[in-house]
């Protein structure tokens, strides 16, 4: 049987009718029902379609008369429906005391995992946390850290520290970016760590690069570089290792890999990013076995070197540490 | 490695209408579609179905971790809402009278179209049995994959993301998968034949 005809046949035997459009749309309204119904709702999705800007505006709007210009600014932006605000990413991951989060003058209240961030967001973190971005890519947080979503490209960090991971996409126009006290950072598809306070900023560059600007200029730092900054604008800039123990922070917010049914190359090559150490292959022996093997079960841990030498020992290669590199090469 | 999933489901508990449009509309035509290849209800148990579990899903959004795809987690509830449906459909009379009036005027005006007679019906119904028979034989990922991608039509790239791989790596797969399919299609056909003693 060649090919195509497998291909006839499992589309032969797994062709079903398609959904009639009557049905599905009284399947919908009755989904529907239950969702705008359901208690795990962050706020009923009935506001969230047809806010009812207007009865507010008309109560506020009363009152701004008597009242203050200021005062109603401040009122409104306390009352400003959620729905206007963009998602931009999601809490992943929380350890320990996790994440606070407030917007405008509203109570902070916490930030469970699978909970929207949106513009407009101020994030207390009280533990280390991992963001999944909308735009892919991730966003770690160390205990802390004070950081308002400015815009869907752009983080305000008042204080603390963060990594951002954020592989570069097809067609992106508009770079990430983070503003700090001493500085705009710009991120040209990398991963990146920035720790900022009143008085400095400093970047860590471990892939990629970042476009710095300062009171002083603006300059473009490489993979492999630090850059100290003060809000005066004075600048240092020294190479730094990608991987090590100033590293270690983030290790406990890798984002899961499923390692079933993966070629052993994409495991490599996550783990090399993760660990910030580059990968190299003995030969091309070693680097066709890598791809031509797949992986089946689960890692502990998985972004170390100790889940490497686990995963790598079911199989024909094995590794060594080589001026930073992973070094691969057959057995 | 889910996080579109897990955005997606986020923006439904915030109560974006649009995430849940898109999650209505890309799943339950293929949750329809996956609980009639694995069930012998009729159309109308399937539908009831594929309805109660996706309102248990938005009722229970919380309770997605995001540690599979959103379709696979919606699967597990439909398998559960399956066995239920299967219990209900047995309870049913299987028998209806052909003399009652309403039943006699709505029997005068069917007429069955030329794909549904009985004979096309039976070798359609026994092949697609066969087929998933084989499937079910396969380790599951390939299943899935030859499913997603043969049956509900989904690019490589959409199956990449339910499976969490790269697309590489799933055309890989998907090749490794068809392999396998045909070794067991083939097998099976050769079981079936009647071998001298």
Redesign the interface.
């Known amino acids: ?1 060649t ?1 195509p005809e ?2 006839q ?11 009639n459009t009557e ?2 749309e009284r ?2 309204t ?3 029902q ?2 705008k119904a ?8 009935a ?3 047809s806010p009812r800007a207007g009865s507010r505006w008309a109560l506020w709007g009363g009152l701004a008369i008597a009242a203050s210009l200021v005062a109603l600014s401040v009122t409104l932006l306390a009352i400003r429906p ?2 206007d605000r963009q ?1 931009v ?2 809490l ?1 991951r929380s350890i320990d005391a996790g994440v606070e989060i407030s917007q405008g003058f509203a109570r902070a209240r916490g930030l ?5 961030l ?1 513009v407009g967001d101020t994030l207390k973190v009280r533990g280390p946390i991992l963001v ?3 735009q ?1 890519g ?1 966003l770690r947080a160390a205990p802390d850290t004070v950081m308002t979503v400015a815009s869907d490209t752009q983080i305000t960090l008042e204080r603390g520290l963060i990594y951002l991971d954020k592989p570069p996409a097809r067609g992106e126009t508009r770079p990430m970016r983070i503003a700090t006290r001493s500085g705009l950072i710009e991120h040209l598809g990398t991963e990146f760590e920035v720790m900022s306070d009143d008085h400095a900023v400093r970047i860590r560059v471990r892939e990629g690069q970042v476009r710095f600007s300062g009171a002083s200029g603006a300059l473009v730092a490489n993979a492999g570089t630090e850059l100290l900054s003060s809000r005066a604008g004075a600048i240092a800039e020294r190479p730094i290792q990608t991987y090590g123990r100033d590293w270690l922070w983030i290790a406990e917010l890798t ?4 390692v ?4 052993l190359m ?1 495991y490599l090559e996550w783990v090399s990013r993760e660990l910030g150490r580059p990968l190299v292959f003995a030969n091309d022996q070693a680097r066709d076995s890598a791809r031509r093997t ?1 992986l089946h079960g689960s890692a502990q841990n998985q972004a170390s070197l100790d889940a490497l030498a686990d995963v790598l020992s079911t199989t024909t290669l094995s590794y060594e540490l080589a001026e930073g590199a992973i070094r691969v090469h057959s057995n | 490695m889910y996080e579109a999933d897990q955005l997606l489901v986020s923006r439904m508990r915030a109560g974006d209408q649009r995430a849940f449009d898109e999650f209505f509309n890309v799943n339950a035509p293929r949750l329809l579609a996956f609980v009639s290849r694995r069930s012998t209800l009729d159309l109308a148990s399937v539908e009831d179905v594929v309805q109660s579990s996706l309102i248990k899903a938005v009722g229970h959004l919380a309770g997605y971790r995001a540690e599979a795809a959103l379709f696979t987690w919606l699967t597990e509830i439909c398998f559960h809402e399956l066995v239920d449906g299967h219990r209900k459909a047995e309870r049913r009379p299987t028998h209806i009278s052909l003399d009652d009036s309403a039943t006699a005027s709505q029997v005068a005006e069917l007429r069955t179209p030329a794909h549904m007679q009985p004979e096309g019906r039976l070798e359609a119904a026994s092949h697609s049995a066969e087929v998933m028979r084989v499937l079910g034989s396969l380790p599951k990922h390939y299943a899935l994959a030859l499913e997603a991608k043969y049956g509900d039509g989904l690019s490589v790239e959409a199956i990449a993301n339910m499976l969490g791989m790269s697309t590489t790596a799933t055309q890989s797969l998907l090749a490794r998968a068809r392999e396998l399919f045909r070794e067991r299609w083939n097998f099976s056909l050769v079981g079936a034949v009647d071998l001298p003693l």
Do not use: H, K
């Not at chain 1, 359901?38 to 999705?45: D, E, K, T, V």
């Not at chain 1, 469970?112 to 929207?116: E, F, K």
């Not at chain 1, 984002?255 to 499923?258: I, K, L, R, S, V």
């Not at chain 1, 079933?260 to 070629?263: A, C, F, L, M, Q």
């Open positions: 049987m090919d497998v291909e046949l499992l589309s032969r035997g797994l062709a079903t009718r398609p959904a049905t599905l399947m919908r009755a989904v529907s239950a969702w359901a208690p795990n709702l962050a706020q009923s999705p506001t969230v379609e959620v729905v998602i990413g999601s992943a469970g995992a699978g909970d929207p949106r999944a971005l909308a892919g991730s984002p899961n890999f499923a079933e049914g993966r070629s994409d797949i």
